[in-house]
């Protein structure tokens, strides 16, 4: 009996054809709403969200008033920068971790940023 996924021969089939960035994004995506996360694609500024994704890149932008850290969280739906005011460093919050960010979503030049979000580093299963 076929399961109401396309059966097994179906999602073999997609394994070997689909992209590996798409099958990451697609998993990415998934564990996400497992989580009870929103996907980030859903989330519009000014609401209170929780994401959860891995971070792409995380950068020092040190500035005449005050340093910030910056790290692009995708959760498979789209990206959110996770901005942290007035931090250098934080310990794990490095590229490829997986992170679990709440927080009120913003806008800035056209973006979606959460500013000093709380967060949660996730284990790996």
């Keep these: 009996m076929p399961a109401k996924d396309g059966g097994y021969f179906s999602r ?7 992209d590996v960035e798409e099958l ?6 998934e564990e996400s709403e497992k989580s009870g996360a929103r996907r980030a694609c859903d ?3 000014g609401e209170e969200v929780t994401v959860l994704g891995r971070l792409r890149s995380v950068e020092l ?9 910056e790290a692009e969280l995708f959760d498979g739906t789209d990206g ?3 901005v942290w ?6 310990p794990g919050i490095e590229p490829g971790r997986t992170v679990k960010a709440r927080g009120r979503m913003a806008d800035r030049d056209g ?5 000093n979000p709380y967060y949660e580093l996730q284990t790996t299963s």
């Design 12 to 18: 073999l089939v997609r394994k070997l054809t689909t």
């Design 24 to 29: 990451d994004a697609d998993d990415l995506s």
């Design 85 to 90: 005011l007035g931090r250098r460093r934080i």
């Design 111 to 115: 973006r979606k940023v959460l500013y």
């Design 61 to 69: 932008c040190p500035s005449a008033d005050v340093a910030t850290l």
């Design 43 to 45: 989330c519009r500024s």
């Design 80 to 82: 959110v920068t996770l």
